[in-house]
């Protein structure tokens, strides 16, 4: 890849991750349901809209700037890596049942006129959340570095990895914001994104923090 084209791949990245991150920011929900409270009730669903056109651009630069591969995983390799791809995608797949589908793509609060800024969802630990506590971007991860790697691919999966550690902050700041105690004691007793033998959670600890954060909210 040309010097130019890299800039141009990651300015794109940068772009898109600085917008999603701002229009996820408490920020910014605050100022709009300030300003413009009845578009509150659409704002998850555009939130998603906007993510999903925005990623057209890096997406459609990558593939355009594709080169030949750095690397080709062949063999015991490509067994190994196409299965742990396999079961992140099944992982994924599995974990959809314990997310709020209507609150995440945000028709819960289109239909019910929901004008608040917090997530509506209670606090909840899925199976996959007593091991790490993003575990989306845990699987995403696995299916992006078990690839083939070319130069455009290889520049993009290193910044989606960076971008993934800061958002997950970014992240955990609303979270904090909105679970308060409950979520600090998880966060001190379960990884971010990389599962670790000595931290993590039983089912019964995994309760009990559901239920304190029953109880703390009334």
Excluded: C
């Amino acid at each position: 890849m040309a010097l130019m084209d890299v800039l141009l791949l990651a300015t794109a990245w940068g772009a898109y991750f600085a917008i999603h991150s701002i229009a996820a920011s408490l920020g910014l929900k605050h100022h709009v349901a300030a300003r413009w409270p009845k578009l509150m009730p659409a704002y998850r669903l555009l939130f998603n809209a906007l993510a999903l056109l925005l990623l057209l651009l890096p997406v459609a630069l990558m593939h355009q700037l594709k080169g030949e591969f750095l690397w080709q995983w062949s063999g015991p390799g490509a067994w190994l890596t196409n299965g742990l791809a396999l079961l992140a995608v099944l992982g994924f797949l599995w974990s959809l049942r314990y997310y709020d589908g209507m609150e995440f793509f945000g028709l819960r609060q289109w239909r019910g006129d929901v004008r608040t800024v917090e997530d509506q969802e209670s606090f909840r630990i899925s199976p996959l959340h007593r091991f790490v506590r993003h575990p989306w971007y845990a699987l995403a991860l696995v299916l992006i570095w078990t690839r083939d790697m070319e130069p455009a691919l290889l520049l993009s999966a290193v910044l989606i990895t960076l971008y993934f550690v800061i958002g997950s902050r970014l992240e955990e700041g609303k979270l904090m914001a909105y679970h308060g105690e409950v979520y600090r004691r998880y966060r001190m007793q379960v990884p971010a994104l990389i599962p670790l033998p000595w931290r993590y959670l039983s089912k019964a600890e995994a309760v009990a923090l559901e239920q304190q954060a029953q109880s703390e909210k009334g």
